[in-house]
C-alpha cells in the first residue's frame, strides 16, 4: 500500500522522536539504578519499554505505506538530577504530546484514518499516563521535599508506582 509522502515523512520524524524518547528513558532509568532509586528505575524501565513499543508501531505504519524509515533518534541532552531528569521527560512526552496531535491532523487531511487512529492510542498514552506521571511527581517533589521524595525512591516497587 503507497502512503502519501507527506503523512510518511511526518511518521518518519515521529519515529524519530519515540526513539531519542526511548533512549532518553533509558539512560535516565539506568542512573536512577546507580544512584538506588529503585522505584524511578522500574518505572521509567517501563516507560522505555512503552516508548519502543511506540516506536514499533510507527516503524510498522511505515513499512506498510511503502516507506522508508529513519532510524535515527533526535538528538537529546539527558538529566544529571532527579529532577532534571523528570523534567527532560515531562519537556519530551509534551513535546511528543505536540507532534502526534500536529500528525494526526494531517492524517486526517489526507484520509489516512489508520495512521491517525495508532497516533491517537499513543497520544492517550502520552497524556494519561506517561506526562500525567511526571507531572505527579514533580507534585510530590514540591509537597514533600526533594529528600523524602528520593527516600521513597529506594525501596522496590510492589505494585509499579
Known sequence: MQGHPD???????????ELAARDQYFIHSRQYEDQGF???YERIGHEMEEET?????????????AGKPDMRPDAFEPGET???MIQKDLATEYAVRANLRSAMALCEQHQDYVSRDILLAQLRDTEE???????KQLAL???????????TQSAPSSAGA
Request: aromatic share 6%.
Open 7 to 17: 503523512v510518511i515523512e511526518c511518521l518518519k520524524s515521529l519515529l524519530r522522536g
Open 38 to 40: 529503585v522505584r524511578l
Open 53 to 65: 513499543a511506540h516506536a514499533d508501531a510507527i516503524l510498522r505504519r511505515i513499512l506498510m505505506l
Open 82 to 84: 532527579v529532577v532534571e
Open 129 to 135: 499516563d506517561h506526562a500525567y506521571w511526571l507531572e
Open 141 to 151: 517533589i514540591d509537597q514533600i521535599g526533594l529528600q523524602n521524595y528520593l527516600q
